[in-house]
Nanobody
Framework: QVRLVESGGGLVQPGGSLRLSCAASGMAFSINVMGWYRQSPGKQRELVARISVTGGTNYADSVKGRFTISRDNAKNTVYLQMNSLNPEDTAVYYC?????????WGQGTQVTVSS
């Protein structure tokens, strides 16, 4: 079955960096659009960044210039490099895959930005 497993979350001070990873299995990774979403308490889940099968990317306005999404098809893994983190980035971050209108979610990883 399809599995998406996120890792790399944690507690970081404002201005710090984290790198999230999402390892996929049970799927043809290279033909999936991969995305990172986040959800804070009391808020809807929102798209953070997405990367297409050809490597094209798009980002939420709030993270442009600070976050970078990338993928390694040989490792079936998608990454989210997060720099210049601020408390508003605190959320559970979820990995998402999408192919032919079929999507899957990971279990999420908590990112907390606090001094």
């Amino acid at each position: 079955q399809v599995r998406l497993v996120e890792s790399g979350g944690g507690l970081v001070q404002p201005g710090g960096s984290l790198r999230l990873s999402c390892a996929a299995s049970g799927m043809a990774f290279s033909i999936n659009v991969m995305g990172w979403y986040r959800q804070s308490p009391g808020k809807q889940r929102e798209l953070v960044a997405r990367i297409s099968v050809t490597g094209g990317t798009n980002y939420a306005d709030s993270v442009k210039g600070r976050f970078t999404i990338s993928r390694d098809n040989a490792k079936n893994t998608v990454y989210l490099q997060m720099n210049s983190l601020n408390p508003e980035d605190t959320a559970v971050y979820y990995c998402n895959s999408l192919s032919f209108n079929t999507g899957y979610w990971g279990q999420g990883t908590q990112v907390t930005v606090s001094s």
